[in-house]
């Protein structure tokens, strides 16, 4: 049960036209993979750091996010995904 309270607390989550975009801060190591690679421009690197020292992505264009499932595949440390809205993924 703790672990799911400490997931919510390092979870941020987005609401997007077709559903969620979720970043575990926590998770990430800066890579900037899911920065360079989204078709639509939706995230930049954020100003603050994680507690790795880290800067994580921050939807900065949101209302452009599709929920294409990209930025989930290409992070190498599952540290952002998407939810569609009514799927169970």
Known sequence: MSTEIEKEKTTEKWPT????LYIREDYCKG???CIEFCPQ?????SEGFNE???HPPEPTAIDK????G???IIC????????KEGSNE
Do not use: T
């Open 76 to 83: 190498p440390d599952f540290a952002i995904w998407d939810e």
């Open 41 to 45: 421009e939706v995230l930049e690197e």
């Open 31 to 33: 890579c900037g993979y």
């Open 17 to 20: 036209d077709q559903g969620y």
């Open 52 to 54: 790795k020292g880290y």
């Open 65 to 68: 996010c599709v929920n294409c």
């Open 70 to 72: 990209f930025c989930s």
